[in-house]
């Protein structure tokens, strides 16, 4: 029973971490810009397909066609934002969350078309795929001990970036107030574009993490859907929260998929968010801001 029962949090916390990450670049955006991106997924997926190509297509050493892929989907981040989101900025938000969701179609439609990735699905070779480690009775997975791991290393970095560098205190201000950073002369726009580049690596390094569990395939994207709920349970505005929620999004899937009737872990998800969204309107670390009218 204690065996079943750390198998499974153990699943769902490796899987909940892959939605927090997804969640941490709908966060990092939305902070930076007010604007939700619903690409993200998408781009997670064009990141697990970039690894894909460096190490599998082009025979890098998986040690640097993953960080290669992360660099190429940063820049791949920054160039979206310049060619694509810059130019609508100043128009209604509806507008910009209907481009976002346009690229995300687009980049599906286009990985589908390209040779060597189509619609088929790959298996993205690791160093630990397949491996276990064995505590008593109590079978680990090398492959989600490695994704929990790599998350907390992750977000160690991000912490250090946010804290102690210029461009992360930078990137803190412009989420804070724009136009205040902008007369402190803060380049707002080069941050925005750099914040969309850290978006996108960040993408890319959960598609490498869920690859090797989902495999590697146009449609894996869609994971999304569930990171959403994820920003929202955590608090939209909140990066610590987007972690959390994705942590207890992918509890709560593990333990439904187990123990509750088929069907149940699709919509866990989204009874967790309406749930919360009753209880506590502005998220678990969302900030309740009291306008007056």
Same mark, same amino acid.
């Given at each position: 029973?204690l065996?079943q029962?750390?198998?499974?949090a ?26 939700v991106n619903?690409?993200?997924?998408d781009?997670m997926?064009?990141g697990?397909?970039a690894?894909l190509?460096?190490t599998?297509?082009?025979g ?5 066609g993953?960080p290669?892929?992360?660099?190429a989907m940063g820049l ?5 934002e310049?060619?694509?989101? %810059? ?9 910009i ?6 690229l ?7 990985v589908s ?10 298996a993205l ?9 064995n505590?008593?009775?109590v079978?680990? %997975?090398?492959?989600q001990l ?5 998350t907390a290393a992750l977000?160690l970095?991000l912490?250090?970036f946010?804290?102690?560098t210029?461009?992360g205190?930078?990137?803190?201000a412009? %989420?804070?107030?724009?136009l205040a950073?902008?007369y402190?002369?803060i380049?707002?726009?080069?941050i ?5 580049g850290?978006s ?9 993490l869920l ?7 146009a449609?894996m994207g869609?994971?999304?859907l ?10 939209f505005?909140?990066v ?13 899937e %593990? ?9 149940f872990k699709d919509i866990m998800?989204y009874?967790v ?6 209880l ?14």
């Amino acid at each position: 029973m204690l065996n079943q029962l750390l198998q499974l949090a153990l699943s769902g916390v490796a899987v909940g971490c892959v939605y927090g990450l997804i969640a941490l670049g709908f966060v990092l955006i939305y902070k930076a810009t007010e604007t939700v991106n619903f690409a993200q997924g998408d781009m997670m997926m064009v990141g697990a397909f970039a690894a894909l190509t460096f190490t599998e297509i082009l025979g890098f050493p998986f040690w640097l066609g993953v960080p290669a892929a992360i660099l190429a989907m940063g820049l791949f981040g920054m160039l979206i934002e310049k060619a694509v989101l %810059s130019p609508i900025l100043g128009q209604p938000a509806f507008s910009i969350v209907m481009v976002t969701i346009g690229l995300g179609t687009v980049l599906r439609g286009v990985v589908s078309m390209v040779p060597g990735w189509g619609t088929d699905t790959h298996a993205l070779a690791t160093p630990y795929s397949g491996q276990v480690v064995n505590f008593g009775e109590v079978v680990l %997975s090398i492959e989600q001990l490695t994704i929990i791991a790599d998350t907390a290393a992750l977000c160690l970095v991000l912490y250090l970036f946010f804290r102690f560098t210029r461009i992360g205190v930078a990137m803190q201000a412009t %989420s804070q107030n724009q136009l205040a950073a902008y007369y402190m002369g803060i380049p707002v726009r080069r941050i925005n574009m750099l914040i969309w580049g850290i978006s996108a690596a960040v993408a890319a390094f959960a598609g490498v993490l869920l690859a090797p569990i989902t495999f590697v395939h146009a449609n894996m994207g869609f994971v999304g859907l569930k990171a959403f709920p994820a920003a929202v349970v955590g608090g939209f505005g909140s990066v610590p929260g987007a972690i959390v929620g994705g942590l207890i999004i992918g509890l709560v899937e %593990s333990f439904a998929g187990f123990y509750l009737p088929e069907g149940f872990k699709d919509i866990m998800a989204y009874i967790v968010v309406l749930l919360v969204l009753v209880l506590r309107p502005s998220g678990l670390f969302g900030e309740t801001r009291n306008k007056k009218v």
